[in-house]
């Protein structure tokens, strides 16, 4: 069984259902017996729709030109 550390770590891949059978299996396993982990898991899905709803920043030009040129020199140092 999956330890409340565990369930915190899968979260996210299990909100966006990334997670294969077995493991989506002893994630939802373990909250059907640990309420405190079904209650954060509830929240979590709720902050991401309430965030979902939330309409795109705007980006100063220029700033967004700079971030581009900084993500594109971090590319080509990789």
């Given at each position: 069984?999956?330890?409340?550390?565990?369930?915190?770590?899968?979260?996210t891949s299990y909100a966006e259902g990334q997670l294969g059978v077995a493991d989506r299996l002893r994630f939802q396993l373990h909250l059907g017996l640990?309420?405190?982990?079904?209650?954060?898991v509830?929240?979590?899905k709720a902050t991401a729709r309430a965030l979902g709803r939330l309409p795109a920043p705007e980006l100063p030009p220029e700033l967004?030109?700079?971030?581009l040129r900084?993500?594109?020199?971090?590319k080509a140092k990789r």
């Open positions: 069984m999956l330890t409340c550390k565990q369930i915190a770590e899968l979260a640990c309420a405190n982990c079904r209650t954060w509830r929240q979590l967004e030109a700079e971030l900084r993500f594109e020199g971090w």
